[in-house]
């Protein structure tokens, strides 16, 4: 992490903001856990074209952990491995960038599964699959 621009005041105003914003490890917080952050993560990454100061809505607050198995994850692979495992309660991937989740898949983050009562999948099935 000794690198630009996470070396600059600028980022380290940032990453104090995001965490008084979001204190606790956003993807254990998915899981029902509640363990304190300490690293800031860029949702899309600098290699990948992101923005270095992002709003903090690009930034992720994570716990030690969750950081180091995300970044190994996008490190292998070419950068495709999955960096979050499991599913939400709702049997969603936790990793917002999962495969699934991507924009063409009918069933993804914004189909079926991700709004409504239980019970009303078939509907939004048909719905969003414009049958």
């Known amino acids: 992490m000794a690198e ?3 070396t600059t005041t600028a980022w380290q105003r940032l990453r104090r903001l995001k965490l008084s914003e979001q204190p606790l490890c956003e993807t254990c917080a998915r899981r029902g856990r509640r363990v304190i952050a300490e690293h800031v993560d860029h949702i899309v990454a600098i290699s990948r074209g992101g923005h270095a100061f992002p709003p903090t809505d690009g930034l992720r607050s994570l716990c030690p952990s969750c950081h180091s198995i995300k970044t190994a994850a996008r490190e292998r692979a070419g950068g495709k491995g999955v960096a979050v495992k ?3 309660v709702d049997g969603l991937p936790l990793d917002p960038e999962h495969p699934f989740l991507a924009g063409d898949n009918p069933l993804s983050g914004q189909g079926a ?3 409504g009562p239980p019970g009303n999948e078939k509907n939004h099935l048909v719905q969003d699959w414009g049958v």
């Open 4 to 6: 630009w621009p996470y």
């Open 86 to 88: 499991g599913c939400d």
């Open 113 to 115: 599964f991700a709004s």
